[in-house]
C-alpha cells in the first residue's frame, strides 16, 4: 500500500537548521509531484514547497530560506530548513500529486503522510 514516512523534525533554536525526509513507497515515486505543507495550530495547512522532475517552487514565507530536493533512486524527498524563525513551528506533512503541474493547493495532492513536528524557539 502507499506510505509517505516523514522523519527529522525535532526542536531547534531560532537562526538554525534542520533537515526533513520523506521516504515513499506503493506508487511510482518519479511520476509524482513531492510537495511538502505545514500546519500550525488553529491555522490553515499552507503551502511549503514542491518540486517535480526538474524544477522547485516554494511559498513566499519560505522562499530563500528553505530547499525542496528529491532522490527518485532512493524514492525519498527532503526539506532542507535554514535559517528558521519561530513561526515555521508546525507539523510538516509530505505530500504527492499525480498532476503534471506544481499545485500549492492541498486538495489536489492524493497522499500524504503522517507530519512530523517541527518546533523552534527563539
Known amino acids: 500500500q502507499v506510505q509517505l514516512v516523514e522523519s527529522g523534525g525535532g526542536s531547534v533554536q531560532a537562526g538554525g537548521s534542520l533537515r526533513l525526509s520523506c521516504a515513499a513507497s506503493?506508487?511510482?515515486?518519479?511520476?509524482?509531484?513531492m510537495g511538502w505543507f505545514r500546519q500550525a495550530p488553529g491555522k490553515e495547512r499552507e503551502f511549503v514547497g514542491a518540486?517535480?522532475?526538474?524544477?522547485?517552487y516554494y511559498g513566499d514565507s519560505v522562499k530563500g530560506r528553505f530547499t525542496v530536493s528529491r532522490d527518485n533512486a532512493k524514492k525519498t524527498v527532503f526539506l532542507q530548513m535554514n535559517s528558521v524563525k519561530p513561526e515555521d513551528t508546525a507539523v510538516y506533512y509530505c505530500?504527492?500529486?499525480?498532476?503534471?503541474?506544481?499545485?500549492?493547493?492541498?486538495?489536489?495532492?492524493?497522499?500524504w503522510g503522517q507530519g512530523t513536528q517541527v518546533t523552534v524557539s527563539s
Open positions: 518540486v517535480n522532475w526538474g524544477h522547485a
Open positions: 505530500a504527492a500529486d499525480r498532476g503534471d503541474i506544481v499545485s500549492i493547493s492541498s486538495w489536489e495532492y492524493d497522499y
Open positions: 506503493g506508487f511510482t515515486f518519479s511520476a509524482y509531484v
